[in-house]
């Protein structure tokens, strides 16, 4: 199976903030890879996809990147509404595996 | 508009069983691979199976192999899980998802609002 090591597991941030979030995939998998932002009770919502495209509705302040096994999630300029859980998720095969998540609060 | 609506889930003792569906509407339900994906209390997120557009084809976490069936109508628009065997460890929130990407099963683009299964006698 394919692990995918997510860091770090939370950070501090302030409105305004650039914040950088990693996902490390255990082997090759090429640029099969999302970003979902979960906010408490609410189901994950895809942010990213293919590495670095943008979803249809999510905001032009979110982007991503891959070079070779290690992705990354960045919010260039973090907003009341981004305070949540973000997870990486590889679509590259079965079976389809998580990141343990990241949790954005409040500084 | 894309909407998936789950329902099935409550309390059953261990070893008991569960049927999960998930409804949906808003898009051409028999061209798009579906998958579930669960979180119990205060985790992460575990990706639990996937059938292809058609039903052809299923794939399950290793977790959930030979407990849980995953199966679809696409007459009726409805995903189902078939959840066996079931152990404490099952408790947790069952997401279906409407997926694209890869093969078809790659990434989650839609997403219902749940449905809490608890796993406890």
């Known amino acids: 199976d394919i692990q995918m090591t997510q860091s770090p597991s939370s950070v501090s941030a302030s409105v305004g903030d650039r914040v950088t979030i990693t996902c490390r995939a255990s082997?090759?998998?090429?640029?099969?890879l999302a970003w979902y932002q979960q906010k408490p009770g609410k189901a994950p919502n895809l942010l990213i996809y293919?590495?670095?495209s943008l979803q249809s509705g999510a905001p032009s302040r979110f982007s991503g990147f891959r070079s070779g096994t290690d992705f990354t999630l960045t919010i260039s300029s973090l907003q009341p509404e981004d305070f949540a859980t973000y997870y990486c998720?590889?679509?590259?095969?079965?079976?389809?595996?998580f990141g343990g998540g990241t949790k954005v609060e409040i500084k | 508009e894309v909407q998936l609506l789950e329902s099935g889930g409550g309390l059953v003792q261990p070893g008991g069983s569960l049927r999960l569906s998930c409804a949906a509407s808003g898009f051409t339900f028999s061209s798009y691979a579906m998958s579930w994906v669960r979180q119990a209390p205060g985790k992460g997120l575990e990706w639990v199976s996937a059938?292809?557009?058609?039903?052809?084809?299923?794939f399950y976490a290793d977790s959930v192999k030979g407990r849980f069936t995953i199966s679809r109508d696409n007459s009726k628009n409805t995903l189902y899980l078939q959840m066996n065997s079931l152990r404490a460890e099952d408790t947790a929130v069952y997401y279906c998802a409407k997926t694209f990407g890869g093969s078809g099963y790659s990434y989650g683009d839609y997403w219902g609002q749940g449905t809490l299964v608890t796993v406890s006698s």
């Open positions: 998720q590889q679509g590259n095969s079965f079976p389809l595996t």
């Open positions: 059938v292809n557009n058609n039903g052809g084809s299923a």
């Open positions: 082997q090759g998998i090429n640029s099969w």
């Open positions: 293919t590495a670095s």
